[in-house]
């Protein structure tokens, strides 16, 4: 599986982007996709998650302002972020889950910097 993001940039505190993900190679096998993100100094965590059942999940900081969404057809992955602070500064990370003999196995994209000035 090979995933291409795009969609970062600059924007001031209260502003939105959208992020895309665009999976390719063994789709088939994609059991989860979504984002993470690592600011300066902190661990990467997840910020949104969804099934390929539809099912979504969220960190709580984000719950109410970000969305995930899936275009199956076109292999891609959107996370629509609104009302974006300061604190969302990060370098934000793509992924996708499958399984390997029972067990997950994540691939990752390349990070897209998204950077949010008060």
């Known amino acids: 599986v090979q995933l291409q993001a795009s969609g970062g940039g600059s924007v001031q505190a209260g502003g939105s982007l959208r992020l895309s993900c665009a999976a390719s190679?063994?789709?088939?096998?994609?059991?989860?996709m979504g984002w993470y993100r690592q600011a300066p100094g902190k661990q990467r965590e997840l910020v949104a998650a969804?099934?390929?059942?539809?099912?979504?999940n969220y960190v709580d900081s984000v719950k109410g302002r970000f969305t995930i969404s899936r275009d199956n057809a076109k292999n891609t992955v959107y996370l629509q972020m609104n009302s974006l602070k300061p604190e969302d500064t990060a370098v934000y990370y793509c992924?996708?889950?499958?399984?390997?003999?029972?067990?997950?196995?994540?691939?990752w994209g390349q990070g897209t910097l998204v950077t949010v000035s008060s």
């Open positions: 190679g063994s789709v088939f096998s994609i059991n989860a």
């Open positions: 992924n996708a889950r499958v399984s390997r003999r029972g067990l997950p196995y994540d691939y």
């Open positions: 969804i099934t390929s059942g539809g099912r979504t």
